[in-house]
């Protein structure tokens, strides 16, 4: 009776566990319906990997690619997809090892290396030679190494809370952060899609590879990424928009600064004083005023605004 009763109460157990993620992934898939995000995938010729995006706007437009950070996946993006779908083709990505993309096992399979060629074969693979690259937190990362190591295929550079790698001296300065501890607030559905992603068998796998990477490529207080990747050169001469929240409790506003003198070309650093480390979901109006207003603007001077 005992057996009996254990293997009634763990069945249960795991009937209403999986009855919890099939409501999650019925929202989600209905919250992408809702905002006219369509899921797709595609399988790279050189990896073999499969990557999971959502995509907005009408094919054919200017591609405008969006690189989430950690942990995180596609959603971070949605006020982003929703906006800039009208002018360009809007492809929000699970980057390799989150979400619905191949999580490949062993550690050497998210080197910097790596991560810069999933891109520059996404890019192949929708179509397009050159992009809008948008990238947050450690996609900021990657979108700065696109821009160094492929300027041809970067039109405009916008970077979120990560400076240019040699302005880092360091990843994080605290061990908190939030999103939307001003503005815009994680609503319970907005969590309800993290849980659902991240609560999956494996889900963590992949982000946490690939800090395991970099901060065995670093060295004291600098990520030595140049070992790996062999760059000509670390200028970039990409026009770039780099945002800051200058309440992030991973970054110093400092090493956003610093970042200027690595652009040999038109440089606006925005920094929203009320914004943490997630502005782009925090303050998604804000943000997407100012993305506009650097799409749309001349490219000829360098200029800094504080706001």
């Known amino acids: 009776m005992v057996t009996i009763r254990s293997l009634l109460f763990w069945s249960l157990v795991y009937c209403y566990c999986g009855l919890c993620a099939s409501v999650y992934l019925l929202k989600l898939f209905q919250h992408k319906t809702s905002l006219k995000f369509h899921a797709l995938y595609f399988v790279l010729q050189d990896s073999g990997l499969r990557f999971h995006y959502v995509a907005a706007g009408e094919r054919g437009k200017p591609l405008m690619l969006l690189l989430h950070g950690f942990p995180e996946f596609w959603y971070s993006w949605r006020h982003q997809l929703r906006e800039f779908k009208s002018e360009y083709r809007v492809v929000a990505l699970d980057l390799r090892g989150y979400g619905e993309t191949d999580a490949p096992i062993h550690r050497e399979n998210y080197k910097l290396d790596c991560l810069i060629t999933d891109i520059k074969d996404i890019l192949d693979s929708l179509g397009y030679s050159k ?3 948008i990238g947050h937190d450690w996609g900021g990362m990657i979108a700065w190494l696109i821009a160094i190591c492929y300027p041809e295929m970067v039109m405009k550079l916008i970077v979120i809370n990560f400076p240019h790698p040699n302005a880092l001296k360091h990843l994080f300065t605290s061990h908190s952060t939030s999103i939307g501890r001003k503005g815009c607030q994680l609503t319970a559905e907005d969590l309800e899609a993290y849980i659902y992603v991240f609560s999956q068998p494996g889900a963590l796998s992949g982000p946490i590879n690939h800090y395991r990477n970099i ?3 670093s060295q004291a207080h600098v990520f ?3 070992s790996c990747l062999p760059l000509k050169h670390h200028m970039v ?3 770039t928009l ?3 929240g200058e309440k992030d409790a991973f970054m110093e506003a400092e090493m956003a600064e610093g970042t200027k003198v690595y652009v040999k070309n038109y ?7 009320e914004a943490s480390h997630g502005l782009q979901q925090e303050q998604p109006d804000i943000v997407n005023k100012l993305i506009w207003t650097f799409l749309k603007e001349e490219t000829r001077r360098k200029d800094w605004l504080f706001l």
Do not use: D, G, N
């Open 267 to 273: 440089f606006r650093l925005t920094i929203l004083s």
């Open 131 to 133: 992009c809008v690259l």
């Open 242 to 244: 780099l945002l800051w």
């Open 224 to 226: 030595c990424f140049y």
């Open 237 to 239: 001469i990409t026009p």
């Open 215 to 217: 901060f065995s490529e």
